[in-house]
């Protein structure tokens, strides 16, 4: 079993940053893929950005590609994701994942899930 804590959401202006980490407990997260995916008021939750676990390779929606990077650090057992120039389009809630298997870009195939974190960004 896996828990997951997402931290580091809150309120910027457009062109601001944020981070967000996600510590994770219960099982080291090694050896599964993670991914950070967001969900828009009255919007499906949809994929942001993922790290595999082998090899490191990264892989990000197309619209925060080149704002945003996604990295962890497995000693600390903790997921990052770093949003530069953000937008106000970008504002919705944000959950780590994990999964030990199966597609990246899959909501379905994640695992486990933190209970989100609020990233608003004011225009």
């Known amino acids: 079993q896996v828990q997951l804590d997402e931290s580091g959401g809150g309120l910027v202006q457009a062109g601001g940053s944020l981070r967000l980490s996600c510590a994770a407990s219960?099982?080291?997260?090694?050896?599964?893929?993670m991914g950070w995916f967001r969900q828009a008021p009255g919007k499906e939750r949809e994929f942001v950005a993922a790290?595999?676990?082998?090899?490191?390779?990264?892989s990000y929606v197309d619209s925060v590609k080149g704002r945003f990077t996604i990295s962890r650090d497995n000693v600390q057992n903790t997921l990052y994701l770093q949003m530069n120039s953000l937008k106000p389009e970008d504002t919705a809630v944000y959950y780590c994942?994990?999964?030990?298997?199966?597609?990246?870009?899959?909501?379905?195939?994640?695992?486990?899930w933190g209970q989100g974190t609020q990233g608003t960004v004011s225009s």
């Open positions: 994942a994990a999964q030990s298997a199966g597609g990246a870009h899959v909501r379905g195939d994640y695992n486990y």
């Open positions: 219960g099982r080291t997260l090694g050896t599964y893929n």
């Open positions: 790290i595999y676990w082998f090899s490191g390779l990264t």
